[in-house]
């Protein structure tokens, strides 16, 4: 599948769309996403929300697990947060440590613009025989 095919499919994630992820390239097994730092990205005490790291990585993470043509539904992931944030770009890279005919693990680091670590994640999908039908 071609880049710009991931790309006009994965624009219809309104989720994502609405809390400002866009994706930035995408292969099999790889994905990564960006996303410009908002208030509405804020929790109570005025530094990035766990919830919006957490979607920036689970959107990735679906790019890269459905990459292979087939479904793919997460089953398990867990994030770890290292440094708080106020503002900046943040990039979520997601890469394929394991496949198999039913399951995929999928690590997806979040780093700042000057490439500091700020969120790890791990995720393992089930991988559905069903076909996906990019549109």
């Known amino acids: 599948m071609t880049a ?3 790309h006009k499919e994965f624009e219809k994630d309104v989720f ?7 994706l930035v390239e ?3 097994g790889y994905a990564k996403a960006s996303m410009e730092i ?9 530094i990035v929300h766990g ?6 990585a689970d959107f990735t993470f679906a790019v890269a697990s459905n990459s292979h043509g087939r479904v793919a539904l997460a089953i398990d992931a867990e994030i770890s947060f290292f440094k708080a944030l106020t503002n900046g770009t943040l990039t979520a890279t997601a890469k ?3 496949l198999n005919e039913k399951l995929g693990t999928y690590l997806v680091e979040i780093t700042n613009e000057e490439n500091e670590y700020i969120a790890h994640f791990k995720g393992t999908v089930y991988r559905k025989k069903d076909k996906v039908t990019f549109e």
């Open 38 to 46: 908002q208030p509405t990205h804020y929790n109570s005490v005025g």
């Open 51 to 56: 919830g919006a790291l957490f979607t920036l």
């Open 26 to 28: 995408a292969a099999p």
């Open 4 to 6: 710009a095919k991931y």
């Open 16 to 22: 994502a769309s609405n809390n400002g992820i866009k």
């Open 96 to 98: 394929e440590i394991s």
